[in-house]
């Protein structure tokens, strides 16, 4: 059964920083592309970071390219979103995924279930 736990929300306070976790089990890490989402209420899910397969190239949101860093380790099958500079535009529920990448879009397969950050004062 793959499963995707996601880590490492909570509330922190503008320019912050907090770092996700996303671990993975059923499935080999290396074979996915590897994004992260996140949504608010009302609003349609965003992709704000991805790691390829070739290369594990990233890609990232204008919205948090500078301030983000997505990283993984294939050998623990675990994913990572670093926030730094948290602005409370961030807040969210945060959700790994895992897919493959088509002519550019991500196309997720299987999603984690979410971890809130909250950034205010």
């Known amino acids: 059964e793959v499963q995707l736990v996601e880590s490492g929300g909570g509330l922190v306070q503008p320019g912050g920083s907090l770092r996700l976790s996303c671990a993975g089990s059923?499935?080999?890490?290396?074979?996915?592309?590897m994004s992260w989402f996140r949504q608010t209420p009302g609003k349609e899910r965003e992709e704000v970071a991805r790691i390829g397969t070739v290369g594990r190239r990233t890609y990232y949101a204008d919205s948090v390219k500078g301030r983000f860093t997505i990283s993984i380790d294939d050998a623990k099958n675990t994913m990572y979103l670093q926030m730094n500079s948290l602005k409370s535009e961030d807040t969210a529920m945060y959700y790994c995924?895992?897919?493959?990448?088509?002519?550019?879009?991500?196309?997720?397969?299987?999603w984690g279930q979410g971890t809130q950050v909250t950034v205010s004062s």
């Open positions: 995924a895992a897919g493959e990448t088509y002519r550019g879009i991500f196309r997720p397969g299987y």
């Open positions: 059923g499935f080999i890490f290396g074979n996915f592309a």
